[in-house]
């Protein structure tokens, strides 16, 4: 006996139709869910490590990737696109907080005098913002 298997546009209509209403239930499971997210990460290093190294191994990253590049542009331009404003304004605060550490790592910078295009005395400044940001972010 064969499985009665419905259509893919039937299928998506119902998920669609039923995720809709599904709001608040994704707001209640999400709702504390920062301390169940950290405590699975904090426990999953090695487990994490392992599957990267063997991704690699198996160069996962170049397979997964190959022909995806039409749908990649696709996605991006019709979902990406409408919900930039939206995930700007969103991002706003996280924006500023972290303009703020970079401002307080730069304005401890003291740099050398500038020097003509290409100089030791250039490059070394750059080195001197870069170690000042990493250094703000703990790296």
């Known amino acids: 006996m064969a499985i009665k298997i419905t259509s893919p ?3 998506r209509e119902k998920w669609q ?7 608040q239930d994704y707001q209640t499971g999400v709702q504390g869910a920062g301390n169940r997210y950290q405590e699975g990460v904090s426990n999953a290093g090695e487990a994490y490590n392992a599957g990267v190294q063997m991704a690699i191994g198996e160069h996962r990253w170049e ?3 190959q022909g995806k590049g039409a749908r990649y542009a696709q ?13 700007v304004a969103a991002a706003g605060g996280d924006y500023e907080a972290g303009q703020s550490r970079n401002n307080a790592a730069l304005s401890a ?3 050398m005098k500038k020097g003509p295009k290409g ?5 070394a400044n750059v080195q ?3 170690e000042a940001l990493r250094a703000s972010r703990g790296r």
């Open 17 to 23: 139709r039923r995720v809709s209403g599904a709001q």
């Open 75 to 87: 996605k991006a331009s019709t979902t990406g696109a409408p919900r930039w404003t939206q995930g």
């Open 119 to 123: 100089s030791p005395g250039n490059l």
């Open 128 to 130: 001197l913002v870069v």
């Open 9 to 11: 546009s039937a299928s």
């Open 109 to 111: 910078v003291s740099l």
């Open 63 to 65: 397979t997964g990737t």
